[in-house]
């Protein structure tokens, strides 16, 4: 399945939710859970956007007898950030899902506001 | 290159020899270096210590890939380095949202045309969206320059170029091949005209660029 860049990003800062991950143990993270082609060097340009914006912090670690990795972290920001993505993300599934119990659910409700009336 | 010279931003020293996690094998590891020597190459036009750190992001990468390949049971170095670099991908492709963004940007502040036109190219492929508009604003640019292109013809073949008056009423801007029987009415106060047209049009332009940049993606 492909995915477009919006919900990869959406994916991206719910993985970072908890703990600080690199940029390879994310991608693991990410393709484990879902189930999506993803070529893998496609995250480090969301990786970079999300960090020049604010929404993530990185730091460099040192690995006895490796390589060192570029560890990636939730920012305040981001985290504000990913709670508006969420309610954003729920009410469209949710638009959505009734549209596929019910075709004529937009007739009666023809927004997502709608709901709110 | 990327063996010897590089460090990352926190002064991480990732020459201390070639760790376990990087081939040994000499064909492996030219693959291996070749490879991100390219994602340098493809990278030149980030500032410094942007591309240095990207690079070395991507060593880091490569020698995740390559280790848990071997912890696998794969001996075969050359065989894991392919296997590492066929995942991550090619750099000109996944590297072009980083590129166009950090020169649409550059582009947009000094308002240099190259860097817009390089910015533009590789937004071109960077999406729908992003692509669709991207033309949109480059056919806007090639418009623009159809004003300077007057405003330079207008030396050379002065009686194509200018603001053309028909006996009928017809009135034409522009270079024309043909104006039997039109008679050019601005003569060449064209010249300053148009390039005052280029100007403004390309500022308004850019700062409309600048402005929307953000909701392109």
């Given amino acids: ?117 | 290159m990327i063996n010897r010279p590089l460090a990352g931003p926190t002064d991480v020293d990732v020459d201390q020899g070639n760790p376990p996690c990087v081939p040994r094998d000499a064909d492996a590891l030219r693959l291996w270096n070749d490879y991100l020597d390219d994602a340098s190459r493809v990278a030149r036009r980030l500032p410094e210590t942007e591309r240095r750190e990207l690079v070395l992001e991507l060593r880091s990468h490569l020698a995740e890939s390559f280790a848990v390949a071997g912890e696998l049971g794969d001996a075969d170095e050359l065989a894991r380095v392919r296997a590492a670099i066929a995942r991550l991908g090619r750099p000109r492709d996944f590297l072009r949202p980083i590129l166009a963004d950090h020169l649409l940007e550059q582009g947009a502040n000094t308002f240099h045309p190259r860097l817009l036109a390089e910015g533009l190219y590789h937004n071109v492929f960077g999406g729908l969206k992003a692509g669709i508009i991207s033309v949109a604003f480059a056919v806007g640019y090639v418009l623009i320059i159809v004003f300077a292109a007057m405003a330079l013809m207008k030396a050379f073949v002065p009686s194509h170029v200018g603001y053309f008056v028909y006996p009928n009423g017809t009135r034409t801007f522009g270079i024309l091949a043909d104006t039997t029987g039109a008679r050019e009415a601005l003569g060449f106060w064209v010249v300053p005209l148009a390039l005052a047209a280029t100007t403004v049009l390309y500022i308004l332009l850019t700062l409309g660029l600048r402005a929307t940049r953000r909701f392109w993606g």
């Fill in chain 1, 1 to 117: 399945m492909q995915v477009r860049k919006g919900v990869l990003e959406l994916i991206i800062l719910l993985s970072l939710r908890k703990h600080e991950c690199y940029g390879y143990e994310l991608i693991t993270v990410v393709t484990g859970a879902m189930d999506f082609e993803l070529t893998e060097g496609t995250i480090y340009p969301l990786l970079s956007r999300l960090h020049k914006d604010g929404l993530l912090t990185a730091r460099w670690v040192e690995v006895p007898g490796g390589v060192p990795r570029k560890y990636y972290r939730l920012s305040e920001r981001g985290q504000d950030a990913l709670a508006a993505m969420q309610t954003s993300w729920i009410r469209l599934t949710y638009a959505v899902q009734r549209l596929m119990v019910d075709p004529g659910a937009t007739r009666q409700e023809p927004t997502i506001r709608g709901s709110a009336k």
